[in-house]
């Protein structure tokens, strides 16, 4: 039973739009929340990640919306890019282990030009 | 380069055959875990070890499965009598003990296909 649902599984936007991907739980112990980028032919790289204290997180073009109560968090990559073309992991981690990280079945985006 | 390594990047075996793999963290990383991941799906964890000690292991490994870190440096990932099940992508990973939210840093991974 996957503890992490991610949807899309593979998203087309456009250069300069706004990509959207969404992530659900179950687990109310899960604390801790990243998402990762991953380039073929490369290992999955740390993008953002936030805790469920706060309801937002942005770094540059990268925003996580977080919904505690609805226990669902969503990636906002604005004015999206060719470059950001790859395959997005969402994840989670309990606070008593933030050793196992629980992944998404991951999202592949194309950004067009 | 001071990222996670892993080699060999890829490996073809015939089932039945044995394989290691070899995983170098980043050399002031104490924690190194191990993942698969198979084709569109995410990593599923696997194993993970604090130095030398392996301090959890997953369902996911079977007996044929064996991890070792035994200088708490590299570690090694070996499948005994592999199967075709087990084609996949294994990935490592490291962190620091003591980083707030243990941010684990990926190597390239290893593609295992068994034929």
């Known amino acids: 039973q996957q503890q992490v649902k991610q949807s899309p599984q593979s998203l087309i936007v456009q250069k300069g739009g706004i990509s959207i991907i969404n992530c659900a739980y179950e687990?109310?112990?899960?604390?801790?929340f990243p998402w990762y980028q991953q380039f073929p032919g490369k290992g999955p790289a740390l993008l953002i990640a936030?805790?469920?204290?706060?309801s937002e997180k942005k770094e540059g073009r990268f925003t996580i919306s977080f919904n505690k109560s609805a226990k669902q968090f969503s990636l906002h990559i604005m004015d999206s890019q060719p470059g950001d073309s790859a395959t997005y992991f969402c994840?989670?981690?309990?606070?008593?282990?933030?050793?196992?990280?629980?992944f998404g079945s991951g999202t592949k985006l194309n950004v067009k030009p | 380069d001071t990222g996670v390594s892993q080699d060999p990047r890829h490996k073809i075996t015939k089932r039945g055959q044995n394989v290691t793999f070899r995983c170098d963290p980043i050399?002031?990383?104490?924690?190194l875990y191990w993942y698969r991941q198979t084709l569109g799906q995410g990593p599923e964890f696997l194993t993970y070890f604090q130095n030398e000690a392996q301090l959890e292991k997953s369902r996911l490994l079977s007996d044929r499965f064996s991890a070792e870190r035994p200088k708490g440096s590299f570690s090694t990932l070996e499948i005994q009598r592999t199967e075709q099940g087990d084609s996949a992508m294994y990935l490592c990973?490291?962190?620091?003990?003591?980083?707030?939210?243990?941010?684990?840093?990926f190597g390239p991974g290893t593609r295992l296909t068994v034929l």
């Open positions: 050399s002031e990383h104490n924690r």
């Open positions: 990973a490291s962190s620091q003990v003591g980083s707030q939210y243990n941010e684990q840093f």
């Open positions: 687990n109310t112990a899960f604390d801790y």
């Open positions: 994840a989670a981690s309990k606070r008593n282990n933030f050793n196992k990280f629980y």
């Open positions: 936030i805790r469920p204290d706060v």
